[in-house]
């Protein structure tokens, strides 16, 4: 694997630090006092538009599509992407500026691989030029939803329609004022095969009988305007024409959605993780205790060396899984893909917990990005999959192949 970037990709890198520097991070005070105050509660930041728009004009849109779509994306690999998204998980609501953000890349993947031509006009043409937004619908309250065959939301056949069933839960941005179409998967085929059971249809945001019962706080934060809610689907009818890929195909279609959303995660994790060691450098060279700076304390000195070197292994194993899906596909790179899973939110969670102890009680607050960056990544560790499953089909297919 060659470490070098190319011009292409140093040249794209170069223009997002830039706009970066420029335009993300001297707004990150006011997208936060947005969101802070009650008044604004599920709207989206009128900040957030302009910005879209000068990036969309600097050329810097649709950076996750490893597909050419001519002047809509710039078609780069898993591994081009990398230093991009993890650039772009500095500010970690950044990468929406970009058309980069979580749902809607796994969402626009599962549309430009396997969606027909009406529905990619109608739902993948303006998701990718950023006009809409859209929410993925796999996770239940009554089963064990880290595995995807216990779905019990039923899709059924009925004439010239699909009737849908049941309750979801944890489901991002649904609150979003934008959020116009739904993936949702449920059960149509119960006597298949365990994975050959499921489908994924489109629901649109606004299809009779969908309603939201409640919206849900993460770690006390609404995550705002998106959100995380859950579902009822009472009678939901949508048109046959609005299932992807074929009845039983659900499983196939999370699987290839859920690996690039992973690794995706993982390179956020290592920019948000890099950034609060950054912070955590300048703050202790910057602080006196005891008549002499911080940065002095030997214990201080081995938490900054640590925190580099955790990073620089999460960011090479992210690189080596990038470049395995690039090469071979995604099911040849899943023990990698499983591997930082595991990996990169934990190292980020260490190192932004160090840096948080760093500031004292400072670090606590959102004076500094440093506690956001802490909690998203506890959640991360279950986002798109629980630690122990990735641990335990990771720890299946290791031994399996050193029993071959």
Known sequence: MDFTYSAKVQNLLDRLGAFMAAHVYPAEADEHAWHADPANLWKHWPGLDPLKEKAREAGLWNLFLPHDYGDLSPGLSNLEYAPLAEMMGR???????????????????????????????????????????????????????????????????????????????????????????????????????????????????????????????????????????????????????????????????????LGPGRIHHCMRSIGQAQRALEIMARRVDSRMAFGRKLSDQSSIRQDVAKSYCEIEQARLLTLKAADMMDRHGNKVARDLIAAIKVVAPRMAQTVTDRAIQAHGAMGLSDDTPIAYAFATNRFVRIADGPDEVHMSQLGKLKIAEYNG
């Open 91 to 257: 500010v970690p609501w950044s990468s929406e500026v970009f058309n980069c953000s979580a749902p809607d890349t796994g969402n626009m993947e599962v549309l430009a691989r396997f969606g027909t031509g009406t529905q990619r006009k109608q739902w993948l043409t303006p998701l990718m030029a950023g006009r809409i937004r859209s929410a993925y619908a796999m996770t239940e309250p009554a089963v064990a939803s880290s595995d995807a065959t216990n779905i019990a939301t039923t899709i059924m056949p009925d004439g010239d329609d699909y009737v849908i069933e049941g309750r979801k839960w944890w489901i991002s941005g649904v609150m979003d004022p934008r959020c116009e179409i739904l993936l949702v998967m449920g059960k149509t085929l119960s006597d298949n095969p365990r994975h050959q059971q499921h489908s994924t249809i489109l629901v649109p945001r606004d299809t009779p009988g969908l309603s939201v019962i409640r919206t849900m706080n993460v770690l006390g934060r609404t995550h705002s305007p998106g959100g995380e809610t859950e579902l009822l689907f009472d009678k939901v009818r949508v048109p046959r024409e609005n299932l992807i890929l074929g009845e039983g195909r659900g499983f196939e279609i999370a699987q290839g959605r």
